[in-house]
């Protein structure tokens, strides 16, 4: 190993490395992708487990006001709204110890950590979508023919056409699986996952031109893996630069002020965006994304495939990789900045 790079294999930097500004800057992003992560768990905990949340119990207090719920919380519900209370500041607190317990550790490997978070959570949707998918699309074909209850049994072909059983007793174990495959995969898959909407695609020119044959569950297959590929690939392509860029000045500038400028456009734009999504999608159960979650809802072409529901979670996927993604972004930005080695070089195939 040379002696210039680390066992990270990131450039050694001395004990003075960590100032003020990037001290604030790390815990500012850590604590952007705590409180991302946390914000889901708490957004299950509150609508799916019928936990009360931090805001229900502001309102309990009545700490801004007289409070507005019809019936007060009782000890144990305070109690997990407390609990709730704390998992936010525990996040804040600590993205705060952890910058201070580390002030050697560089910019640029902090940025890598939360680029593997991404991509772990990109990789197990990938997963996760084409397996739902294809076995959804068995599912489909076989109620469409009429040939579950011969399989089957005329009972699970009737439980298996709802789709509150399908939802749970087949796509969330698949989608559990997809999480436990990701975990021992390193590769994306992104070419794949494209190269299956093409062929998905292919198959409804076949049958509808060759055999005459064409079914809901075709089209609804096609529709959902290409917007998993369109969402779930959002946050790889900011990582490689992708991300299509009206460049008028910003390819003559040094790369310090190509940081400054990447630091504040993902601060004000970025993660805006991010929280806006997150915000508008999971606020309460009648939200654009929790509402189709919460009622595993499906189009209207009874024999079509049932993941509608699961179309509504990518908007969901797409904000919580994006945020990480654009706080890492963030670190790697202050980095150039700083004018640090180790400075990634985007490929002239990926960078537009």
């Known amino acids: 190993m040379s002696e210039s790079t680390n066992v990270t294999g990131f450039p050694p930097v001395g004990a003075s490395y960590q100032t003020p500004v990037s001290a604030l800057t790390r815990t500012f992003c850590w604590a952007s992708v705590a409180l991302t992560l946390m914000f889901i768990v708490n957004n299950y905990l509150i609508f ?22 019809k019936k007060p919380l009782d000890s144990s519900a305070q109690l997990l709204g407390w609990l709730q209370a704390a998992s936010y500041l525990a996040c804040i607190v600590g993205a705060a110890l952890y910058t201070k317990r580390t002030p050697d550790r ?8 939360m680029v593997d978070i991404a991509a772990y959570i990109v990789r197990a949707a990938f997963w996760a979508v084409i397996f739902v998918g294809l076995a959804d699309m068995i599912i489909s074909f076989l109620r469409v023919e009429g040939l579950l209850p011969t399989i089957l049994g005329d ?3 009737t439980a298996l056409g709802r789709s509150q059983f ?19 995969t390193r590769s994306l898959g992104f070419t794949w996952l494209a190269l299956l909407v093409v062929a998905a695609e292919l198959g409804i020119v076949l049958s509808r031109f060759i055999f005459s044959y064409e079914q809901a569950f075709q089209g609804d297959l ?5 917007g998993a590929l369109f969402l779930f690939a959002s946050a790889y392509t900011l990582y490689e630069d992708g991300h299509v860029r009206v460049d008028v000045f910003y390819a003559a500038l040094t790369s310090r002020i190509r940081g400054l400028i990447n630091i504040w456009g993902s601060l004000l734009l970025g993660m805006s965006l991010c929280v806006t999504v997150m915000t508008i999608g999971m606020w309460s159960k009648s939200a654009i994304i929790n509402s189709p979650l919460l009622s595993f809802e499906v189009s209207q072409s009874g024999f079509g495939m049932y993941v509608k529901y699961l179309m509504a979670s990518f908007l969901g996927i797409f904000a919580v990789t994006m945020m ?17 080695p180790g400075r990634r070089e985007i490929g002239g195939s990926s960078a537009h």
């Open 48 to 69: 799916w487990l019928d936990w009360p949340g931090f805001l229900t119990l502001v309102d309990h207090l009545a700490i801004f006001g007289p409070s507005s719920l």
């Open 106 to 113: 560089p910019l640029r490997l902090d940025s890598k950590v």
């Open 155 to 157: 009972e699970m072909a």
């Open 166 to 184: 399908r939802g749970s007793y087949v796509h969330i174990p698949l989608v559990l699986v997809g999480a436990l495959v990701a975990c021992f």
């Open 222 to 226: 096609v529709r959902f893996w290409y």
């Open 324 to 340: 990480i993604q654009f706080a890492s972004y963030i670190l790697e930005s202050l980095a150039d900045y700083r004018d640090e």
